[in-house]
């Protein structure tokens, strides 16, 4: 079979087949078709050069011919199914080769502007829009937040369209809502930064945030007041990367004095900053915050929101003593010696040992411990359940089974 594919821009990529860019090439062309038609083997040429569209008219009505207008217009239409593109598009068909409009996904039926469909498709749903609004703001602050970089990129008929977008929700707008896109539309790479970092990070108010936002050029406090009209905007991964390391600081140099609450700390924290999480694991590890188990969860529900915080949370809580030992009892019999041995003095004496710490208190009850061992011992060995091996192994399992006598 051979195809005869006209229309086809210069600038088109084709799949194999023999390429007609010159009218002096058109006699080799014609040669090319008329061995394909005596082999019997399939044959495609494509047509670049608009005089050469009509010179295969004869072939119209081969059997082993086929024309077919692959004029990017025409494809797009046939794709849409639609009688008619916008003039703009009609005027200018490269735009349907550098938007690549013939890649881009239908999911439903395009009807009235065919930009709203290709702004849709090729920017997001935000920018085909219609009418302005505090919620469809928000949802533009999002694009620039994820697409800071692409916006750059776009090509020229895009933005040209993207221009077109901004010009008329500013002009629909009214009162502060116009003022609101103005002032964003302004500079809104930046702008979007500011007004994410104004929702979320309100702990830091005013003089910090401020100071960490004019540090990075993202300053605009004339939108302040904007960012509380907005519905909740998402701190992403590059805004957290970027502010960890001033909340780290912060805090290093709020905890450094020691004796701090975790909880107060916790009050003063946005959640949202692992730096944050990162100042509490360095001074828990230091011995200048205590924590206890249950202000483990507390933390853990605190930076829920951040992905990667869960193994930072077990560093924090594997500085948390286990239980502690309470005094043994004169009067104990022999299963209240093992139980407490296994449950409370050795869980707590190997994480004294993993860290390199001491403790008089578990010093006074070793003796305890051993001077009642040492004396009952001789007891232990006729009865093997009663023996020593028996009950470090006991031990040893439990601690490999990560149990709750670790």
Same mark, same amino acid.
């Given at each position: ?11 088109? +990529? ?114 085909? %829009? ?34 077109? %977008? ?6 629909? %707008? ?121 202000? =483990? ?9 951040? +992905? ?29 010696? =093992? ?39 001789? +007891? ?7 023996? =020593? ?7 040893? %399992? ?9």
């Amino acid at each position: 079979m051979i195809v005869i594919h006209t229309g086809v821009l210069p600038q088109e +990529a084709t799949t194999e087949g023999i390429e007609l860019c010159n009218p002096k090439d058109y006699p080799n062309v014609r040669l090319e078709i008329q061995k394909a038609l005596k082999s019997g083997e399939a044959c495609n040429i494509y047509v670049k050069h608009r005089a050469c569209d009509e010179w295969f008219w004869d072939l119209r009505d081969y059997g082993n011919a086929t024309i077919v207008n692959d004029d990017p217009r025409e494809r797009l239409k046939r794709k849409l199914k639609l009688v008619a593109l916008p003039p703009d598009l009609t005027s200018h068909p490269d735009w349907i080769i550098e938007l690549r409009l013939m890649e881009l996904h239908i999911s439903q039926k395009v009807e009235g502007d065919v930009w709203t469909w290709i702004l849709s498709e090729k920017l997001g749903p935000s920018w085909s %829009a219609g009418e302005p609004s505090f919620d469809h703001l928000g949802t533009i602050v999002d694009w620039y937040l994820s697409n800071a970089t692409i916006s750059d990129s776009l090509v020229t008929v895009l933005k040209q369209r993207q221009r077109l %977008a901004k010009d008329r929700w500013v002009s629909n %707008a009214k009162g502060e809502l116009r003022s609101a896109y103005e002032l964003f539309f302004d500079d809104p790479v930046k702008n979007s930064v500011f007004l994410t970092c104004w929702q979320n990070l309100e702990k830091y108010y005013v003089d910090e945030l401020d100071r960490w936002l004019r540090e990075d050029g993202y300053h605009a406090p004339s939108l302040t007041w904007v960012a509380f009209k907005l519905p909740a905007l998402p701190l992403n991964a590059d805004i957290e990367h970027r502010f960890s390391p001033k909340a780290r600081a912060y805090w290093n140099s709020r905890l450094t004095k020691g004796n701090v609450e975790l909880r107060e700390v916790l009050t003063g924290m946005s959640g949202l900053l692992l730096g944050e999480l990162e100042a509490i694991e360095n001074y828990v590890r230091q011995d200048l915050i205590s924590v206890d188990r249950l202000q =483990i969860e507390e933390l853990r529900a605190k930076f829920a929101a951040l +992905a990667n915080a869960s193994s930072l949370v077990d560093a924090v809580r594997a500085h948390v003593p286990p239980k502690e030992i309470t005094e043994p009892k004169d009067n104990w019999l022999e299963d209240n010696w =093992i139980t407490w041995a296994a449950n409370e003095y050795i869980p707590y004496k190997k994480w004294l040992i993993d860290r390199g710490k001491d403790s008089l208190v578990a010093a006074k009850y070793c003796s305890l411990y051993e001077n009642w061992l040492f004396s009952n011992y001789p +007891a232990f060995v006729g009865r093997a359940e009663r023996l =020593i091996f028996t009950s470090f192994n006991y031990i040893k %399992a439990e601690l490999a089974n990560e149990s709750a006598v670790i």
